[in-house]
């Protein structure tokens, strides 16, 4: 955990720097005002469409995809807490979208399949199923994404971010 002094500090640094360019600090953040809206936007329009989250709509198409996927696979897949992962499949079976089945050599390993209900709900439903910021950020060069990955890591370190966060959906923030 940062000390109080540290953050102070630190605090104090950012407010210098963004005081020698407010303009481009502003810009910037419009900029993030964009991302997140794009992203909401996405999200709420899944939604209205589907009548269930995007990132129930996401687990859908996996375990679409991933016929016999287990939730850590599925954790794995969107790159989720494996604790999220069962919260998203505990809701999908309650909803009778997918089927959580006990079929493979491991008996206590889950196969999930998905359903005609959460087929019905993926057809309403418009791609990308993981979200406009993975896709985006897929069909960026590796450049590109070399450069976001060390800049966003300073800007992280300057909120002093709760990395945990990192394993939450976009779709549920």
Do not use: Y
């Amino acid at each position: 955990m940062t000390s109080p002094a540290r953050t102070r500090s630190r605090s104090a640094a950012a407010a210098d720097r963004a005081a020698a360019d407010p303009e481009a600090a502003a810009r910037v953040l419009r900029r993030f005002r964009l991302v997140f809206n794009a992203v909401k936007t996405h999200f709420q329009q899944t939604e209205k469409r589907a009548g269930v989250g995007g990132a129930q709509v996401w687990a859908l198409s996996v375990i679409r995809a991933e016929r016999g996927i287990g939730v850590s696979g599925l954790a794995r897949a969107m790159d989720i807490h494996q604790t999220t992962a069962s919260n998203l499949v505990r809701a999908l079976v309650e909803a009778g979208m997918v089927a959580a089945e006990k079929n493979g050599p491991d008996r206590r390993a889950v196969q999930l399949r998905i359903l005609p209900a959460g087929t019905q709900v993926l057809r309403k439903a418009r791609g990308p199923f993981a979200g406009v910021l993975p896709e985006a950020l897929a069909g960026l060069d590796p450049g590109t994404l070399r450069r976001l990955d060390e800049d966003l890591a300073v800007l992280i370190s300057a909120l002093d971010a709760d990395e945990r966060a990192a394993g939450i959906p976009l779709a549920q923030i």
